[in-house]
């Protein structure tokens, strides 16, 4: 089995080593090969994005499956999407009826399935700032959760701001991926889309 992902650059270097820990203790045997496809910055849009996905199902090594993972939060004005799920139905939408092509968000940044670790960001940015109100899938457009754990940074005294490849990872390292999965809706899905392509269970 071969997945192939679509990621925006510095999530691979951050999120992909601890994702692949996390699946091969639930396929044990059964791993897929995850074939990553970084772009630095944002994934492709529209037509282009069918034509990478067409390519990467057709060439001499097709993939079996392909994963687009995007932000809901690009950074642009007026946003390109307005919520997940938004996000997904215009990548479905661009791409067409392919069934092997999985649109998969981040809402509203990659950083939100870091919120649920916000201890270990306060002891890594040594300030005690409290977290963010509500659910970590709720942080929005306004002042996404990057822009929320940056801010913890600077102003702790660690006297560095937030690097996603870098400071990601420490922040996973200290912790297990299931506490995030269970809080982060857009994150099971992901997560479990892999299990099922694969032939694992998926988590409830």
Known sequence: MKISIIVEGRTEKAFLPYLRNFLNKRLAGGMPKLDIFP???????GDKLRRVISSLLGGKKP????????????????????????????????????????????Q???????LPYWPTIQKLAKHNKGAPG????????QNPPAYRIKEIFETGKC??????????????????????????SELKAFVNTILAVSGGAVIE
């Open 39 to 45: 772009y630095d910055g944002r994934i492709p849009k």
């Open 63 to 106: 993939a079996d499956h392909v994963i687009a993972l995007t932000d809901v939060y690009t950074g642009t004005t007026p946003p390109d999407f307005i919520d997940a799920q938004d996000a997904k139905n215009k990548m479905r939408q661009w791409v067409g009826e392919e069934p092997r092509f999985h649109p998969h968000v981040a």
């Open 108 to 114: 509203y940044d990659f950083e939100a399935w870091l």
């Open 134 to 141: 509500g659910h970590p899938e709720t942080v929005n457009h």
């Open 159 to 184: 006297r560095d701001s937030y690097v996603k490849p870098r400071d990601a990872g420490r922040i996973l390292r200290e912790n297990d991926l299931l506490t995030s999965v269970t809080q982060c």
